[in-house]
């Protein structure tokens, strides 16, 4: 819930007493609800049936998808691993980046529309030949912050990019940014600890990466195929499309900030810090960006 440290603590008005409690409390891994710019769908691990899928697709795609899925790729997913791409799946109604990942009795399975490559030229080898050189002539622990904040805003396009670092009371200090015209600087800003709920930063030690492509979306719920399966119960921890805390969207909105992307920096298993990045308008991260 990562625009709460860039909202509440960086020249913003901090939060009621209610909504912080309100914000720590929330099941968050468990919203029973995800981010409209996609499709989920639960399979019982054991049976590889559809038993939940998400309310923007209907049954009978659902199971179409499920049944073009490798089953022997699905039985490698170990329990609480990050998601893996299972390529793209092409079906009546156009083609999909698919990915999956197992929690629990299910497998998680999250499309996207798939969309071609917009450039000839993948991440790594722009990465190899611009960031690795510049990685080598850092002398501070800042230059290597503001050098991540530079890549971060040249591989996704977001107008804000800041890295913050955590200390060992868990209070956050921004170390670098890379901003277009337009958007605030927050270099140098302190962030409260408070501002990241304990839930919140157990969930970025699990889940490293975060999309929210805009914060004027509306929860698309998930519905169960199984009679007495609360699909509020399915664990969306590792999954990208998870849909959010509302209090966290009127934040982002309040900000002006219409999309945010987050990335977590962890060092010896503790949450050391986050790429965080911002966009005043509604902004998209697929697989084929780089």
């Known amino acids: 819930m990562h625009a709460h440290s860039t909202t509440w603590a960086l020249g913003h008005p901090t939060p009621a007493r209610d909504d912080l409690a ?25 049976t590889r049936e559809v038993v939940v899928f998400s309310a923007n697709t209907s049954l009978p795609a659902a199971r179409a998808l499920a049944a073009r899925l490798d089953g022997s790729r699905l039985a490698l997913l170990a329990d609480g691993a990050p998601p893996v791409s299972l390529g793209v799946v092409t079906l009546e109604d156009g083609a999909f980046d698919v990915s999956a990942h197992r929690a629990g009795a299910h497998f998680i399975v999250e499309c996207e529309a798939w969309a071609a490559p ?13 960031c690795l050189p510049r990685l080598q002539e850092a002398t501070s622990l800042e230059a290597l912050a503001q050098l991540a904040a530079d890549e971060m805003k040249r591989l996704t396009g977001f107008g804000r990019c800041l890295v913050y670092r955590f200390n060992t009371a868990d209070d956050g200090q921004v170390l670098a940014e890379a901003n277009d015209p337009g958007y605030d600087s927050y270099a140098g800003h302190h962030l409260p600890a408070p501002d990241i709920p304990p839930r919140g930063r157990a969930l970025y030690l ?11 979306y509306t929860p698309v719920p998930l519905l169960a195929t199984t009679p007495g399966l609360a699909a509020e119960a399915i664990d969306l921890s590792q999954a990208q499309l998870r849909s959010v805390s509302p209090i966290h969207l009127e934040y982002m909105r309040n900000m002006g900030t219409l999309a945010s992307m987050s990335v977590s920096i962890v060092i010896g298993g503790r949450l050391w810090g986050l790429g965080s990045c911002h966009e005043h308008a509604p902004r998209f991260i697929g697989t084929a960006t780089g």
């Open 206 to 216: 699990l889940n490293h990466f975060r999309l929210i492509g805009d914060a004027n």
């Open 118 to 130: 917009l450039g000839t030229e993948a991440p790594i080898y722009s990465l190899t030949r611009q």
């Open 22 to 46: 309100d914000c720590a409390a929330e099941p968050i891994r468990t919203p029973g609800s995800v981010q409209p710019h996609g499709q989920l769908l639960a399979l019982d691990a054991g």
